[in-house]
């Protein structure tokens, strides 16, 4: 069993069935859109948990709860 993504010994499944290695296993989510000024945002952790915060933190402050589509 080899990983789709970069052909190494695939450790598990990802969602889809498809194997993946340990490096693969965490397949990005696709990014949201800040609600403020448009650009991706990217994931980030607080003692709250995890959201998305926009790329151009500090400059903009928008945030998406992480789940939320
Ligand atoms: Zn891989
Ligand atoms: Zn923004």
């Given at each position: ?39 991706e945002m ?28």
């Amino acid at each position: 069993m080899k990983c789709a993504k970069c052909g190494k010994s695939a450790t598990k499944l990802n969602a889809q069935g498809i194997p993946v290695c340990s490096h693969h296993t965490k397949i990005k989510i696709k990014a949201p859109s800040c609600p403020n000024c448009g650009l991706e945002m990217n994931i980030r952790e607080s003692k709250y948990g995890k959201f998305w915060g926009c790329k151009a933190f500090p400059m903009c402050d928008g945030i998406q709860r992480l789940g939320s589509a």
